[in-house]
Nanobody, 122 residues
Framework: QVQLVESGGGLVQAGDSLRLSCTVSGGMFSSYGMGWFRQAPRKEREFVAT????????YYSDSVKGRFTISRDNAKNTVYLQMNSLKPEETAVYYCAAGSGTSYSVSGYNYWGQGTQVTVSS
């Protein structure tokens, strides 16, 4: 059974940084494409970033490009999301997901974590 556990969320001020982590157990982490998504209250879950199994390819939503960085450590079964210059409108529950490749779509992933809350105050 594949399990994903996110951590690192919290309350920060606008302009601050946070690093989220997601550790995967029960599967072959090094074979998974990994993604980060977020969901604000009353909104749909939206794509943030994705990384290939090797880490050689990364893709970002336009809204976070240049401020967020996705990375992975296959030896630690962990994927990270470094978030800089955070904005209040980025307050959401952040989810990590694992799938067979990189995808911008929720449907492209088979496994999901429970999410971690990120709150950005103005």
């Amino acid at each position: 059974q594949v399990q994903l556990v996110e951590s690192g969320g919290g309350l920060v001020q606008a302009g601050d940084s946070l690093r989220l982590s997601c550790t995967v157990s029960g599967g072959m982490f090094s074979s998974y494409g990994m993604g980060w998504f977020r969901q604000a209250p009353r909104k749909e879950r939206e794509f943030v970033a994705t990384i290939s199994w090797s880490g050689s390819r990364t893709y970002y939503s336009d809204s976070v490009k240049g401020r967020f960085t996705i990375s992975r450590d296959n030896a630690k079964n962990t994927v990270y999301l470094q978030m800089n210059s955070l904005k209040p409108e980025e307050t959401a529950v952040y989810y990590c997901a694992a799938g067979s490749g990189t995808s911008y779509s929720v449907s492209g992933y088979n496994y999901w974590g429970q999410g971690t809350q990120v709150t950005v105050s103005s």
